[in-house]
Nanobody, 121 residues
Framework: QVQLVESGGGLVQPGGSLTLSCAAS????????MGWYRQAPGKQRELVAS???????NYADFVKGRFIISRDNAKNTVYLQMNSLKPEDTAVYYC???????????????WGQGTQVSVSS
């Protein structure tokens, strides 16, 4: 199976920056897409950004121009560089990875445990 380990969350002032990292590990697998979702209290979980194995990225409108998603295929790691952070960006951020397992050949979504991002003065 695959495990996702997130890091980089924390407290930052409005206008500041944070970079989240998520590394996939486990049995042999091929990653198709990796991405980030977030969920604030009382709100639905929403897509922030995703990136394919070929480097094609996709952003939610509310982060476009502020956040940058990237990946290192050799390290099975995805990053989310968050700039110009706003208080409304405060949420738990979840890493997601869609993979094809070598053993079963099945596509499956895996999730990280979540990391808290808090933006306040």
């Amino acid at each position: 199976q695959v495990q996702l380990v997130e890091s980089g969350g924390g407290l930052v002032q409005p206008g500041g920056s944070l970079t989240l990292s998520c590394a996939a590990s486990g049995s042999s697998f091929e990653i198709y897409t990796m991405g980030w979702y977030r969920q604030a209290p009382g709100k639905q979980r929403e897509l922030v950004a995703s990136i394919s194995s070929g480097g094609n990225d996709n952003y939610a409108d509310f982060v476009k121009g502020r956040f940058i998603i990237s990946r290192d295929n050799a390290k099975n790691t995805v990053y989310l560089q968050m700039n110009s952070l706003k208080p409304e960006d405060t949420a738990v951020y979840y890493c997601n990875s869609r993979v094809r397992l070598a053993v079963s050949h099945l596509l499956y979504d895996y999730w990280g445990q979540g990391t808290q991002v808090s933006v306040s003065s």
